[in-house]
């Protein structure tokens, strides 16, 4: 199949069936061409191929690597994993949106950074304070609210709200390769975790119609969150407080704290998964990680060891040491986005 | 059925089917009182009937009060809802044992309280300290080891300690109906979650083979853990710093952070539970609220509103208020533990 996009095997196929006229043979091609590639959007290399080797593995009972389908746990970095996170995090552009929002209540904001850069459109110097800007940005926009208030603003911007560059929701800014991945996981027994170092509350209204992840299943950086009756009615409200922060170290100790087992397959892209991937390889048992390097500048983004955003450096050097799976996104991914396809 | 225990039942079902000599007879029954009574240990009173009817409602599509599969998320709290509770919570009679067990290494104990009275076996002045000396001992003894190594000392007390009382594992006294609810509600497609003021990481080895219900669906207090590099491998070592306190207004905030959204059906005990059972009733769909109310002195405890331990006060006034099902063990219960039967 390699070389060959899925439309053009469609065709040689129904060819094939045509001129042989026989309907065992179109069937028996057609299952094992066509309806068992669950990862239509991979090329044949050496990353699907690690993949379905492994899936199968873990999933033959009777097999020598054979794990029980409770066991069978799998965890997903989001940003630069299963979206796109440039040319800065996604939820960046929801605080700056938030912030513009706010900022007729906030008059103290014209005067006073990042908030004054980010009224001014001025991103460059917005982004200049680093994290602890934006986490200023995030606190200042993401709290004083009740949960459910926050989960509805959340919904109304990722519905409506467009990617700069390709002007595009940044839901349709999914990676189509790991999407038909995550449900060959889940076809096969596997329970998948979303962790991200992203905020747990900006993820889940979502995470479950695109990702097909539940919100019990997001696993992300969050808040306080205190409860109160407001007349009569219980009510969460968000806290200007943090009460996790879900990256690096972090995820490992996020993982135990939601998950409580340590997973066997582990999905990231930068340093910031780095943890992550040695947790998860490191269980008794059969385990598989997997780095998704940015490598096309043309379709998507190139960046590695000295980016600002999703660094991988230490992480690459180690895949390479350990064997982790690398996948080259230029080499590997027939398309990045679904909408390529359209 | 109201007032004959099962083996009675199944007496008086067999005798109906010799008289009468016809197959279809004797399978009607056995489908009806029999194969079909999910909740066989209920004695067929309010409580069961309401539980019945909210999952009917609730799992038949098409109907008013119908929910999707993914949004039925029952909660459960553990001491007292799930398993017995008196006459302490049974993670005190491990922490206690593990105070006798780290003895020798702390010298200091012989004369520091409440250590000096559990080695002395004074539990009552070991318990004067109250909730305070009773955190004391359990982040002596349940921390400065890794996840891993504390998993174990758990795994090993639960599968050979036993009760004071009734001379069997702690385990074998989950109560009998819960664990018919349990499996009654995920027959219906529900997913079941714990959501206990216990240790998440004392209740996480066993609650899958006690209760079936997995580590990733139990929601407890917690100590904070850190990721370290121990000889080149990654481990987690507890630390002895309170993560969060899964209890009262904790637990609808616990529930939001695991869970993701808000619970369909709550069932608890006491006072300490009644924040999460007002959160899951104030949805805009269906919902059901279960209070377990000890009354049965003989098999079990009977407490309620001055209990030092599982208080259920102003929950029995506002279960009442509320129209809330109150079950009451000594009427509603035909057997409490499993091993009466035997």
């Known amino acids: 199949m390699k070389g060959i996009d899925q439309p053009e095997a469609q065709k040689r196929f129904k060819?094939?069936?045509l001129i042989n006229g026989l309907i065992i043979v179109g069937s028996a091609l057609s299952g094992t061409a066509m309806s068992k590639d669950h990862l239509p959007s991979w090329?044949?290399?050496?990353?699907?191929?690690?993949?379905?080797?492994?899936?199968?593995?873990?999933?033959?009972?009777?097999?020598?690597?054979?794990?029980?389908?409770?066991e069978r746990i799998a965890v997903f970095d989001n940003d630069g994993t299963l979206w796109a996170e440039q040319p800065m995090?996604?939820?960046?552009?929801?605080?700056?949106?938030?912030?513009?929002?706010?900022?007729?209540?906030?008059?103290?904001?014209?005067?006073?950074?990042?908030?004054?850069?980010v009224i001014k459109g001025d991103i460059k110097a917005a982004l200049s304070g680093g994290e602890h800007g934006l986490f200023e940005m995030v606190t200042a926009t993401h709290t004083g609210m009740t949960t459910r208030?926050?989960?509805?603003?959340?919904?109304?911007?990722?519905?409506?709200?467009?990617?700069?560059?390709t002007g595009r929701l940044f839901?349709?800014?999914?990676?189509?390769?790991?999407?038909?991945?995550?449900?060959?996981?889940?076809?096969?027994?596997f329970k998948t975790f979303i962790v991200s170092g992203?905020?747990?509350?900006?993820?889940?209204?979502?995470?479950?119609?695109?990702?097909?992840?539940p919100p019990e299943q997001v696993v992300g950086s969050s808040g306080k969150t205190k409860f109160e009756m407001t007349n009569g009615n219980p009510v969460l409200t968000k806290l200007?407080?943090?009460?996790?922060?879900?990256?690096?170290?972090?995820?490992?100790?996020?993982?135990?704290?939601?998950?409580?087992?340590?997973?066997?397959?582990?999905?990231?892209?930068?340093?910031?998964?780095?943890?992550?991937?040695?947790?998860?390889?490191?269980?008794?048992?059969?385990?598989?990680?997997?780095?998704?390097?940015?490598?096309?500048?043309?379709?998507?983004?190139?960046?590695?060891?000295t980016s600002h955003v999703g660094r991988?450096?230490?992480?690459?050097?180690?895949?390479?040491?350990?064997?982790?799976?690398?996948?080259?996104m230029k080499r590997d991914w027939k398309v990045i986005y679904a909408f390529e396809k359209q």
């Open 149 to 165: 208030e926050f989960e509805k603003i959340v919904i109304d911007w990722i519905s409506t709200a467009k990617h700069p560059k």
């Open 89 to 117: 995090y996604f939820q960046a552009f929801f605080a700056f949106d938030r912030v513009k929002a706010l900022a007729p209540l906030h008059p103290e904001w014209q005067t006073k950074e990042p908030f004054a850069s």
């Open 43 to 70: 090329n044949d290399g050496a990353a699907k191929q690690e993949i379905t080797r492994f899936v199968k593995d873990v999933a033959t009972p009777g097999g020598p690597k054979f794990v029980p389908a409770a």
């Open 15 to 17: 060819s094939l069936y």
């Open 240 to 305: 200007p407080e943090l009460n996790f922060f879900d990256d690096n170290v972090g995820k490992p100790v996020g993982i135990h704290q939601h998950i409580g087992r340590r997973p066997i397959a582990a999905f990231g892209n930068s340093d910031g998964d780095l943890q992550m991937l040695q947790w998860t390889s490191a269980g008794s048992g059969p385990s598989f990680a997997l780095y998704v390097h940015h490598t096309d500048a043309e379709r998507e983004w190139a960046y590695d060891r």
């Open 171 to 189: 839901t349709e800014m999914a990676y189509q390769p790991m999407l038909e991945l995550l449900a060959f996981l889940r076809a096969n027994g």
């Open 312 to 328: 991988l450096d230490k992480g690459l050097d180690e895949a390479k040491a350990k064997g982790w799976t690398v996948v080259d």
């Open 198 to 213: 992203g905020g747990i509350e900006f993820m889940r209204p979502w995470a479950e119609r695109v990702y097909g992840v």
